[in-house]
């Protein structure tokens, strides 16, 4: 599972590097840069649990203190990678669920207006109802089993149309995002 995490926040980081928008704020544009690289260097096999447990807590905490200061840091605050910066790090705060539900409302309020990518979004609403054990709503949420398969961390509701749903936010279909997933291993 952490070499999955691996592989996604690599994607992240390229995307990350390829944002060159003019954002409002900078400085905490660079922040969450930071944070997100802090996140994704402690996310593979050779990293202590101590050491995991220590970035995601300090992480989950300064996310805390940014959405209370600024609301959901959005495209026109820090730019796209910022904003994407911002949603995996209330992605990762998977221990304070608190957190992941305000970031998103307030990601969803952001994705409305246009200030937030409809498709992170997807998987924080996955992220939300696996937590609360409930049926995912995209699909976004894959875990495997100890002989190695791939299965959805909770049920998919109304399975039969996940992939409009998917396409409504911007996601290929559930069996190109599966097969993605496979070529991880």
Known sequence: MRALLAGLLAALTLVAACGDDSPHNPELRAELLRMLKA???IRTLEASQEDWDRVEKTNTERM???LDEHGWPGYAMVGKDGAQAAWALVQHADRDLDLQRRGLELMRQAVE????DRSELAYLVDRVRVAERKPQVYGTQWETTPEGEWRPRTQIE???QVDQRRADMGLDPLADYLEELKSLE
């Open 64 to 66: 805390r203190q940014i």
């Open 39 to 41: 996140d994704q260097e």
């Open 113 to 116: 207006k246009g200030d937030a």
């Open 158 to 160: 109304n399975e039969a």
